[in-house]
């Protein structure tokens, strides 16, 4: 019965996932002082969140993004695949505009830095789970409109159908996509991968074309969705 704790207790149900075991434990601690939260399980990694979300039908899940093995912004689509009416929100320390975006589009609807408060935390879990998007104090504000206007924009002016997925990209264009959400130039590239700056410019527009990308940022949040970039 789709969550089943939430229907025992009356409480929001919540699946942690985080690596570092101290944090965890101290989260759980502190999420367990407030009467409508129960955490129901934790998680060490996207791998075990995906697993222990299919088994106990969390009504939120809270995921750092950054741990071994599957990461978070790789285990949020496939959570939600499974269990749509699970909310997520990201717990982590990156506060750039590539990772909230690749967060957002990956399914999460809420977005908290480690350096907010425990009652930001709460406030976040009260805000997702009444249907809203919660995004960190500490993002700036310019990244949610742009997000929001890139999402428009694109719904206006790009054919879906021209959009491809990871497989169909060559393993040339994996490698200038890694090394291009690193942020290194065509040059740069060039000397790297020892072809010229000619072949690496029809290789990113190829890529760009691909993935339906406008800029190097697409092509980061890409890439952090694809496991190329933990941080």
């Not at 699946?15 to 399980?41: C, K, N, W």
């Not at 599957?70 to 990201?90: H, S």
């Amino acid at each position: 019965m789709p969550h089943s704790q939430s229907a025992l207790h009356g409480k929001i149900s919540v699946l942690l996932a985080e690596d570092h075991a101290i944090f965890r434990q101290g989260l759980t601690a502190l999420l367990q002082t407030d009467d409508q939260v129960s955490v129901v399980g934790e998680a060490g990694n996207g791998q075990e969140a995906l697993q222990l979300a299919t088994q106990l039908e969390p009504d939120l899940v809270i995921m750092d993004l950054s741990m071994p093995g599957t990461n978070g912004t790789e285990a949020i689509p496939k959570i939600k695949q499974r269990l749509p009416e699970t909310k997520i929100i990201a717990l982590t320390a990156h506060n750039a505009e590539e990772y909230v975006r690749a967060t957002l589009q990956a399914g999460a609807k809420g977005y908290v830095l480690k350096e907010d408060s425990h009652q930001d935390l709460l406030t976040a879990i009260r805000s997702v789970m009444a249907g809203k998007t919660y995004l960190s104090p500490g993002i700036c504000m310019g990244v949610v409109s742009g997000f929001l206007a890139g999402l428009a924009e694109r719904a206006d002016t790009h054919d879906c159908s021209t959009k491809v997925g990871w497989d169909a990209l060559s393993l040339r264009e994996r490698e200038i996509l890694k090394l291009a959400a690193e942020g290194k130039t065509n040059k740069e590239m060039s000397d790297y991968l020892c072809i010229s700056v000619k072949t690496v410019e029809k290789h990113r527009a190829s890529l760009m074309t691909k993935i339906g990308a406008r800029r190097t940022a697409d092509l980061t949040a890409f890439a952090i969705r694809h496991g190329l970039l933990t941080g």
